[in-house]
């Protein structure tokens, strides 16, 4: 069976950074595309990033604060978070592929506070 948990998140103060992780198992993680989503309090979906063989785009929101990476030894996806606003302040989701993000198997995710 399909795994993916988020940790990492918690309260930070604006400009601060966090490191978000997710676990996974039962998949070929190595092979697998994966992405970052999050959903602020009373808002859509968001996509934040992708990573596949080619390489990894972010939406506009966050490219050049937020980073991705991967360790396909561990089966775990990271996702840097530096430079942090208010309106980060969100539920961050890991998910296995790319593309059609809302359909996308996730885990439960981790929440991310940003506030002073």
């Known amino acids: 069976e399909e795994s993916l948990v988020e940790s990492g998140g918690g309260l930070v103060q604006p400009g601060g950074s966090l490191r978000l992780s997710c676990a996974t198992s039962?998949?070929?993680?190595?092979?697998?595309?994966m992405s970052w989503i999050r959903q602020a309090p009373g808002k859509a979906l968001e996509w934040l990033s992708s990573?596949?063989?080619?390489?990894?785009t972010y939406a506009g929101s966050v490219k050049g604060r937020f980073t991705t990476s991967r360790d396909n030894a561990k089966n775990t996806l990271y996702l840097d978070l530096n430079s942090l606003k208010t309106e980060d302040t969100a539920r961050y989701y890991c998910?296995?592929?790319?593309?059609?993000?809302?359909?996308?198997?996730r885990g439960p995710g981790t929440q991310v506070t940003v506030s002073s």
């Open positions: 039962g998949f070929i993680f190595s092979d697998s595309p």
């Open positions: 990573t596949w063989y080619s390489g990894t």
């Open positions: 998910a296995k592929g790319v593309g059609d993000y809302e359909r996308l198997p």
